[in-house]
């Protein structure tokens, strides 16, 4: 099933693409997705083809600085405008199925931005699920100093930052795709990487926080974000009902590895048990 696509206006201020994968008629449950680092939404049309023929909704956004949005590219503010957007559009969203359950489902920096955005939200969602979620990353502190100090004298530089695309699938048509696709960008400004930092150490603050539900998965094979990252997490969420799947062999984007349907099916199962 095609995505229905629009353009939407988030009470956050944001104006930006939202996209849509729904269900032949009412959804069991409602997921509200959150793409990573430099990609965009668009990137996960198999996944909420995969979705809807289930009965669930899916529905994405691009991310403030990120794919379609009207916003400056590879730029934010603040990390916590990441959040006030997510927040705003799982509120528009949840609005549209009333006495549906809504799930918040992140992936890399949006699995950062889902911790924040469900701790944000408190009882108004349901679960959390995250997918290879970047709350650990092998940068020093010296170059931590470095990034928040460019940061500040000059927020709009840009950093030659290209992804190791062989980090991110077995499949070598995912990277192939990674780089041709002009709607990622690979050269993100100082601000950007430095509150990317910032929101790292404000997620963990949050997960400690966080008692609705989780699923927590990640690739044992993940070289950008390793797995000890979800492990870490799982030991940190106060949650009584959370499940940690680690998937032996795979990368990082596990939603696009060669053997995808472990992990689809693995959500689906987790969404049925808990909508």
């Known amino acids: 099933m095609s995505a229905v696509t629009r353009e939407v206006n988030l009470p956050s201020g944001l104006s930006t693409v939202m996209r849509a994968w729904l269900p032949e008629g009412e959804p069991k449950a409602v997921v509200v997705g959150i793409h990573g680092f430099a ?3 668009g990137r996960y049309a198999h996944v909420g083809d995969f979705l ?21 590219r590879g730029y934010v503010d603040s990390f916590d405008q990441f959040v006030e957007d997510s927040v705003a559009f799982y509120r528009l969203v949840v609005s549209g199925h009333a006495g549906k359950k809504g799930f918040v489902l992140g992936h890399s920096m949006g699995g950062v931005i889902a911790v924040l955005t469900v701790y944000r939200l408190g009882g108004e969602v349901s679960g959390l699920v995250t997918s290879g979620a970047a709350l650990e990353v092998n940068v020093g502190a010296g170059t931590r100093l470095l990034l928040r100090l460019l940061s500040a004298v ?18 070598k048509a995912v990277a192939e795709s990674y780089v041709a696709d002009n709607l990622v960008f690979k050269d993100p400004t100082y601000r950007l990487l ?12 949050a997960a400690a926080k966080v008692t609705v539900p989780a699923l927590l998965m990640h690739g044992e094979e993940d070289c950008l974000v390793p797995p000890s990252a979800s492990r870490k997490l799982f030991q940190v969420l106060p949650s009584s009902d959370k499940t940690l799947e680690v998937f ?5 984007e596990i939603f696009n590895e060669v053997d995808k349907e472990k992990v689809l099916e693995k959500l689906a199962e987790w969404l049925d048990k808990h909508s």
């Open 39 to 41: 990609e965009h939404s």
């Open 52 to 72: 809807s023929s289930r009965g669930y909704a899916l529905y994405m956004y691009d991310l403030r600085g990120h794919g379609l949005s009207k916003w400056e």
């Open 154 to 171: 000059n927020p709009r530089g840009r950093a030659k930052l290209p992804v190791n695309v062989d980090c991110l699938s077995r499949d």
């Open 194 to 205: 430095a509150e990317f930092g910032r929101g790292v150490s404000e997620a963990w603050k």
């Open 248 to 252: 032996p062999g795979m990368k990082h």
